[in-house]
């Protein structure tokens, strides 16, 4: 009939799946807040609330990405592999070019445009903002990509990329954030996107020859 119970053995690979999912948005979770641990520790609240604003805005910028990796792993998950050397990385520059672009243009009028919209206890955010710049040009065009290996049973990939990011964060944390404070902190996680985003293209170029 059209529904049945799960058998042990695919009962195995969805635990198998889930289980790996699951440690994978753990590990995206720390790498996205344990800056926040350390800011909190060393700096003062207002940097910290500054800063906290600044990871929003960033995170904003992960919202189109997310959007289009939903539609990426429908299609790997059915086996459409036609093209798809093609289309990721087309996705991936499109992506960045716009936020290029978005970048180019928060970087010139941020320095009054923080203050203005969120208001004047936020002047600390631009400086901070700037450091982070490289990092969601970096991480903002590799969602369509994770999500092409989340759908092709391929997750291990997406983790070992995150665990290399995450340590290069948690270390650049723990040196640099005591002594420079929040711009230290958006510049390491940049750098620990970056890594991200190198791993994560060099195990696509495995698979697919690309540009």
Not at 41 to 50: F, H, I, M, R, S
Not at 52 to 57: A, D, F, P, T, W
Not at 71 to 90: C, D, H, W
């Amino acid at each position: 009939g059209f529904f049945h119970l799960i058998t042990i053995a695919e009962f195995r690979i969805l635990f198998r799946y889930c289980a790996l999912t699951f440690t994978g948005n753990v590990i995206f979770f720390l790498l996205y807040r344990v800056d926040y641990f350390f800011v909190e520790k060393y700096c003062t609240a207002d940097q910290l609330g500054n800063y906290i604003q600044v990871s929003k805005l960033v995170h904003l910028f992960f919202i189109l990405p997310t959007i289009l990796a939903s539609a990426v792993f429908t299609m790997s998950a059915g086996e459409q592999r036609y093209g798809i050397n093609k289309l990721l990385p087309l996705l991936s520059r499109s992506i960045f070019l716009l936020y290029a672009f978005t970048c180019l243009v928060l970087g010139l009028v941020g320095q009054w445009l923080f203050p203005f919209v969120f208001g004047a206890s936020f002047t600390g955010m631009y400086h901070p903002f700037l450091m982070l710049i490289p990092g969601i040009l970096a991480l903002s065009g590799m969602f369509t990509i994770t999500a092409y290996f989340a759908g092709k049973n391929k997750v291990k990939i997406n983790i070992i990329a995150a665990v290399y990011a995450f340590g290069v964060i948690l270390a650049g944390d723990i040196i640099f954030i005591p002594k420079y404070g929040i711009v230290a902190a958006a510049w390491v996680s940049s750098i620990g996107y970056i890594v991200y985003q190198i791993y994560i293209i060099r195990a696509f170029k495995k698979e697919y020859e690309c540009s």
